[in-house]
């Protein structure tokens, strides 16, 4: 079989505070997030944007412990997954690439190319695909791909999306389960699942299958979990002036809690890293909502992180994809048409259709908050933390 890689991919965070800057810098610079009428206007805009976004940024990770732990804990998985695959077995070079900081999948594919890999599982760390997240990151695959001759020769396959993974549902059901047995009354708790929102409009008129798969996971993890729980989905981080996925999180929350729910368990389904959003925005801000609606035994399923049977779902993937036929980067699931999030006008700026929704969602609103400050005076609009 030759050499064989694991290509993991990520999103990527800033490592500490003094960081921040220069990753926001680094994701408004991406013309895949925000689409000029001239190109010279992106690192101007990019600069201008960053700076007026750092200190209410590094503010959320300052309640984090001052960074994201998005890459330790990537690189801690990545360990994992090697010493998994050679018990099976299957040696393999273990490589990361986070879309927006260090260790970048440009140093990443670097390094494959460096070793001689011959054969390559790519593999996100979403279970569920999106275009906005593993299609993204299949797309700068993709031109890497054409651009470098080196890459053309490595026999790769792609790991599209793997939300049914055995072992991945029973980590899932397992760490439910812990929580809930916690709680006084087991079997009465509410289980919550928190999965992080797109537009509707990616699902409804670009083909998004996130929406479909992230409903499919949740009734199968429930299925594994074999308790009587009530449960919900609802979606977080909400921004912008369209219609996202629907219940959001900050608003079923509440109603819960005028249905007489007292107990609350929130698992952050499409999350498999501790980072901002579960950290700060569940940990914080969502606990917040939950006890002024009167939810005061609030818990929050940890992710995975290096939990021993998700590590052995991956390495499952991995040694699986190697003896199938090969998925290669243009027969993932890609944007079957270009939709904005925001309302439509005559003007032609805006997200471009491979657009960031995780991540772009805010750079889209600092742009929008931009124009309308400097038209007129007003302080820039409030955004949530970053990734």
């Given amino acids: 079989m030759g050499r064989v890689g694991v290509l993991l991919l990520n999103l990527g965070g800033p490592d500490k505070l003094e960081d921040v800057g220069p990753f926001l810098f680094n994701l408004f610079s991406d013309p895949e997030i925000i689409r000029l009428p001239f190109r010279w206007l992106q690192k101007p805009l990019a600069w201008l944007i960053a700076s007026r976004r750092t200190s209410k940024?590094?503010?959320n990770y300052k309640q984090i412990g001052g960074g994201s732990p998005l890459r330790r804990i990537t690189e801690a998985q990545g360990e994992a997954l090697k010493e998994q695959l050679r018990a099976l077995g299957q040696d393999a070079n273990i490589y990361i690439g986070m879309r927006y900081w260090h260790p970048y999948t440009e140093e990443a594919i670097a390094k494959i190319t460096q070793d001689n890999i011959e054969r390559l599982v790519i593999l996100p760390l979403y279970p569920q695909f999106s275009i906005s997240t593993s299609g993204s990151s299949f797309r700068?695959?993709?031109?890497?791909?054409?651009?470098?001759?080196?890459?053309?020769?490595?026999?790769?396959?792609?790991?599209d999306s793997w939300y049914k993974q055995p072992g991945y549902l029973q980590a899932m059901a397992d760490l439910i389960a812990q929580e809930l047995d916690q709680c006084s009354n087991p079997n009465e708790v509410h289980v919550f699942f928190s999965a992080h929102g797109v537009p509707k409009s990616y699902v409804e008129e670009a083909g998004d299958?996130?929406?479909?798969?992230i409903e499919e996971c949740t009734y199968l993890i429930m299925q594994t979990l074999n308790r009587p729980n009530p449960h919900i989905l609802a979606y977080q981080s909400r921004v912008g002036p369209v219609e996202w996925l629907q219940p959001y999180t900050e608003d079923a929350i509440p109603e819960l809690a005028e249905k007489g729910v007292k107990d609350l368990v929130v698992v952050p389904i499409s999350f498999v890293s501790e980072h901002i959003e579960t950290l700060q925005e569940i940990d914080i801000e969502y606990r917040e909502v939950a006890e002024q609606a009167g939810i005061h035994n609030f818990r929050r399923v940890p992710a995975l992180n290096t939990h021993p049977v998700f590590i052995k779902a991956l390495a499952d993937l991995v040694i699986d994809a190697l003896k199938s036929p090969s998925l290669k980067l243009s027969q993932v699931s890609q944007m079957k048409k270009k939709v904005k999030i925001y309302p439509p006008e005559r003007w032609e700026w805006g997200l471009t259709s491979s657009a960031e929704v995780w991540n772009g969602r805010i750079a889209m609103l600092g742009f929008i908050a931009l124009v309308i400050e400097l038209i007129t005076g007003h302080g820039l609009l409030h955004m949530v933390g970053l990734l």
């Fill in 209 to 213: 299958p996130y929406q479909q798969e």
């Fill in 57 to 59: 940024s590094q503010e």
């Fill in 140 to 159: 700068l695959l993709e031109r890497l791909w054409q651009e470098n001759p080196k890459l053309q020769v490595i026999d790769y396959t792609v790991i």
